[in-house]
């Protein structure tokens, strides 16, 4: 099993900037891809950004390139999320997944990923 905590959410303005963070423990060896998503009430849970853990292949959504960075440390076992300009439509609770499998899969997805921390509220006033 793989464990995965998420912190580093909270209340902010728009322009500003969060770092989110991703713990992970249990049998992560073998995980192959780390990956935030983010949902708002009513409606379905979104691709942010991913990155493969091997090789650091980053993927990001079209409504955040440029703004957010995505990167890990393989020696904490810790993915990070790093939100700048930030505005109010990126409101969400953000979650972190994580994959062992390196076929099949589509990093856009989230049914591709089998583990999910348990969220991190991030909210943008304008």
């Known amino acids: 099993q793989v464990r995965l905590v998420e912190s580093g959410g909270g209340s902010v303005q728009a322009g500003d900037s969060l770092r989110l963070s991703c713990a992970a423990s249990?049998?992560?060896?073998?995980?192959?891809?780390l990956g935030w998503f983010r949902q708002t009430p009513g409606k379905e849970r979104d691709f942010v950004a991913a990155?493969?853990?091997?090789?650091?292949?980053?993927y990001y959504a079209d409504s955040v390139k440029g703004r957010f960075t995505i990167s890990r440390d393989n020696a904490k076992n810790t993915v990070y999320l790093q939100m700048n300009s930030l505005k109010p439509e990126d409101t969400a609770v953000y979650y972190c997944a994580a994959t062992k499998a390196y076929a099949s899969i589509s990093y856009r997805a989230a049914p591709s990923y089998n583990y999910w921390g348990q969220g991190t509220q991030v909210t943008v006033s304008s």
């Open positions: 990155i493969t853990w091997g090789f650091s292949n980053t």
């Open positions: 249990g049998h992560t060896l073998s995980v192959s891809t």
